[in-house]
């Protein structure tokens, strides 16, 4: 009986201690995912939608994780110099299933019609130029828990006119949150039954020895 209390105690207590475990799980809502675009008409004119990422888990400091966060083009059949060669101001503000608490400023960026400097070719004058999009080199910073945080920054992507592209977004696993205090009282309470079940399996053996 002694045993199976002992046994008992222990699973518990390392089932308490998981959230202070540093590690956490990544997924995002597309459905909450805009891209605005301002600066009035001048720039290309773009569309963008999310993509479902996730779930993925990050287990250490530093873990990273990149996948394909969203599509972004263009409906234009080409470039029109002085118009569609302005850059226009991009933003994505992004919502999470898990953390659902995770919260960040807006990811920031630019799209920008442009030519390559051939006549034929993809992004040559014939095929009517392209378009790119390409966003802060400064990771967004999300906010989860008690002081947990991660990283999200996105990858730069060139589409045709008209056509479309997908942005790969990479997450690092900045910082774990912080148990809070009701977890912590548990896991005391957890490590107490482990305490109190070996004593009381210790002291039998004591007696027996006086």
Known sequence: MKRYLLAAAVAA??????????SVTIE??????????????????????GLSFGPFTLTNIGDSFTTSVLTIGTPEG??????????RQVSVDFAFLNPLD?????????????????????CGIVAGGCGSVDWSNTPTIFNFGSG??????????????PGSARVNGTFTYVSPSVPEPGTWAMMLIGFG??????????????????
């Open 13 to 22: 207590t390392a089932v308490i201690s998981t959230p202070a475990l540093a």
């Open 28 to 49: 995002g809502d597309p459905a909450n995912t805009t891209v605005n675009g301002f600066s009035g008409s001048n720039g290309l004119l773009i569309s963008g939608s």
């Open 78 to 87: 080409s470039v029109n110099l002085f118009e569609d060669t302005n850059p």
């Open 102 to 122: 995770a919260s960040g400023g807006l990811v920031t960026g630019s799209t920008v019609g442009f030519f390559a400097p051939t006549l034929f070719g993809s």
């Open 148 to 161: 947990g945080s991660f990283s999200l920054l996105l990858g730069d992507a060139t589409f045709a006119t």
């Open 193 to 210: 039954a482990v305490g109190f079940a070996l004593r009381r399996r210790r002291t039998p053996a004591l007696a027996q020895l006086a």
